[in-house]
């Protein structure tokens, strides 16, 4: 029991390093928890010497994954596609898999090997493409949707495949057009039942579940779901990711969508890690090292191999070259289906122990080129294909810049906002964001929107601010702000900077960083209310915007600060930042009785004197003379540590 907790803990110091290092390096996380695998697995540190001990609860990854993809197909969206699921993604299939076995074959292998091959070559890494296309934001694009189709199909081929595997060995006697068979009425019993319950039963379901207002209930919910429809397609034979995918394809038009994939990401992520954990355990150093030049030929054989078929496939499909070629680099690869048929095989005697190897360690290496294929497959496909890329996507030619019009940075909910208010009074703008997914549907919708991070001087160059009419900063990460301010000061330092906050911890530091106005929501939505209520309250409105003009001229003077009570939340990471009012009643002991207020250096306390209250009295501009009797109560205001080290010095004198 300790030493597996013990290799857990070292299975995640190696898996948190080995992103942390990737991301340092700009490569994606898939590779780091693949070489994370290769680390703990029997070649090396030995962690782990079964990795098939993660088996299943790495399986439960791709079924998380396969849901979150449901989510974004909507049946009558997957209608729309048969031609591409049932019509490229049928031709990708049946080439691959029939040349793969000839090649076979032609090499001298048994016909039940080769028929095994065929089917570890036809099939792609579903994790490893969609993660990749989704974290680019190119999932929307046609050759991402191609590239899912042929998936779609090719995790439907899946279930016949195992079903024909273990009748392949000699002891099998049974029928295998009547196992087909069986296996095809499943398949649409499985699928009616599945498509009954999301139109039905779902919706009402999380409907009652909504009602009580409980995340922890919804939260479960998603999770029951996502595995009943698993176990349920698994109970018959099927895929559970299958399952899984159908069950989101269905809740895809809820109203619910979006928080059902959010609710469920954390899960999915962190079950995909493992999942690539374990295909990197499993690679065979020692049958690598020995056989590397056959390791070598067939994946290039592979991967060339796959890259022509898929491009075949599309165009017997219809398909454009760029759309075809597109697709084929994101799925030259083996699957993770691939490794499930290697290891049945094995178990049925059809491949020998040193021949799944072999055929692992080229699978693995395959997933492991293919985040760089589908990071770069713009410049290729444009080398293979005269065709021009599709404008709707991340790497479509960026919007035009033009003179003095507005740079927003950052597109969430403010900058949206803005942009929309910018579009009616007609006044030209453009957007940088590095949400790619919110980029890729923006500029779906014809937004000016450019991809990049604001804190690179290329970035800012290349959206115009030297010739901008304002730069408006609208993300609330205070650190990456002042990095974004003090560049713009450099390359554009007559250009002005408006920046949304949400509170005033920091306005004086990022004035002093270069902002010409910070605009705190929650200050400013306080001022839109006392201008309503003087309204309300007859004062004139002239008297109301002169008030509001100077709150904001003078920073929100009149503002800052408020007394906390037990309620109040206190954010421990800017309790520096954050300033208190506090009221001080002097007693009879207090250090500062019989004293002027001139003598008490409020100054070298680092707090300021709002007021002194004496009796029914309040003093809000006190005379430096006035001398401080017992029953006064002076209101300071300041940073929480220095409220709390004036009172001392105000009562003790310390």
């Known amino acids: 029991m300790q030493d597996n907790f013990l290799h857990i803990l070292l299975l995640m110091m190696v898996a948190i390093f080995n992103v942390w290092l990737f991301r340092r390096i700009n490569l994606p996380p898939i590779l780091a ?77 048994d016909k039940s090997v080769a028929f095994v091959i065929g089917c570890m070559a036809a099939l792609s890494s579903t994790a490893i493409v969609i993660k990749q296309v989704t974290e680019l934001g190119i999932l929307h694009t046609s050759r991402s949707q191609m590239s899912v189709s042929i998936l779609l199909f090719q995790d439907l081929a899946v279930v016949p495949m195992l079903i024909i595997i273990p009748l392949l060995s000699s002891d099998s006697t049974q029928s295998l057009s009547l196992a087909i068979s069986m296996s095809l009425v499943k398949g649409i019993f499985v699928f009616v039942v599945l498509l009954s319950a999301g139109k039905w039963v779902l919706p009402k379901l999380f409907a009652e579940i909504a009602r009580t207002r409980t995340d922890e209930m919804f939260v479960l919910t998603t999770i029951l779901v996502i595995l009943l429809a698993a176990g349920f397609t698994a109970w018959f034979g099927l895929s559970m990711a299958l399952g899984a995918f159908l069950a989101g394809m269905m809740l895809g038009e ?15 992520d962190i079950l995909m890690g493992l999942f690539f954990i374990t295909v990197g355990m499993r690679l065979n150093f020692e049958s690598l090292l020995q056989q590397w030049y056959l390791a070598l030929l067939g994946l290039v054989v592979l991967m060339i191999g796959k890259l022509l078929l898929i491009r075949l496939a599309a165009f017997i499909g219809g398909a454009s070259g760029k759309d075809g070629w597109g697709a084929a680099l994101k799925l030259c690869q083996m699957g993770e289906f691939s490794f499930v048929i290697a290891a049945l095989a094995t178990n049925e005697k059809i491949l020998s122990s040193e021949q799944s190897s072999l055929l692992m360690s080229i ?79 923006a500029r779906l919708a014809g937004e000016p929107v450019l991809f990049g991070d604001v804190r690179q001087r290329d970035i800012l160059l290349g959206s115009g601010i030297q010739s901008a009419k ?69 004062v004139p409105m002239s008297r109301i915007l002169k008030r509001v003009r100077t709150e904001r001229k003078e920073h929100y003077g009149h503002m800052h600060g408020f007394f906390p009570g037990e309620t109040t939340e206190v954010n421990y990471s800017q309790k520096d930042t954050q300033r208190f009012m506090h009221a001080i009643v002097l007693t009879e002991d207090a250090y500062v009785i019989d004293k002027q207020l001139e003598e008490i250096d409020f100054a070298r306390m680092r707090v300021e004197l709002k007021s002194v209250r004496r009796g029914e ?6 005379n430096s003379n006035l001398l401080l009797a017992v029953g006064d109560v002076l209101v300071i205001h300041g940073k929480p540590r220095r409220v709390e080290r004036a009172e001392k010095l105000i009562l003790e004198g310390l």
Not at 429 to 438: C, E, I, K, Q, S
Request: net charge negative; with cysteine.
């Open 363 to 441: 699978g693995i290496v395959s997933m492991g080129i293919t985040p760089w294929l589908i990071a770069h497959s713009k410049p290729i496909v444009q080398r293979f294909s005269r065709d021009s890329l599709p404008a709707p996507s991340l790497f479509e030619k960026a919007p035009s810049v033009e003179p003095e019009q507005a740079v927003i940075l950052g597109f969430g909910r403010v900058g949206q906002s803005v942009s929309r208010l910018l579009k009616l009074e007609k006044i030209p703008y453009l957007v940088v964001d590095m949400d790619p997914a919110r980029v890729q549907e």
């Open 617 to 622: 009295e309040e003093y809000t501009d006190p």
């Open 33 to 109: 928890y693949l070489s994370c695998g290769v680390l703990a697995g029997p070649a090396l540190l030995g962690l782990y010497e079964t990795p098939e001990e993660f088996h299943f609860i790495a399986e439960l990854g791709v079924v998380f994954l396969l849901f979150s993809l449901g989510l974004e197909f909507s049946l009558p969206r997957m209608v729309a596609m048969r031609h591409l699921v049932f019509g490229v993604g049928l031709a990708q299939t049946m080439l691959t898999l029939g040349a793969f076995y000839f090649l076979s074959l032609a090499l001298g292998l």
């Open 254 to 268: 809820s109203q619910y969508k979006h928080q059902l994939e959010a609710d469920i990401r954390p899960f999915r």
């Open 470 to 538: 304002l730069v408006m900063v609208t993300f609330d990460d205070h650190n990456k702000v002042m990095e974004v301010i003090s560049m713009i000061s450099r390359l554009a330092p007559k250009v002005p900077v408006v920046v949304r906050t949400r509170k005033d911890d920091h306005l004086e530091e990022l004035y002093r960083a270069g902002a010409s106005q910070v605009v705190p929501e929650i200050l400013e939505g306080s001022l839109m209310l006392v201008s309503q209520v003087l309204h309300l309250c007859d």
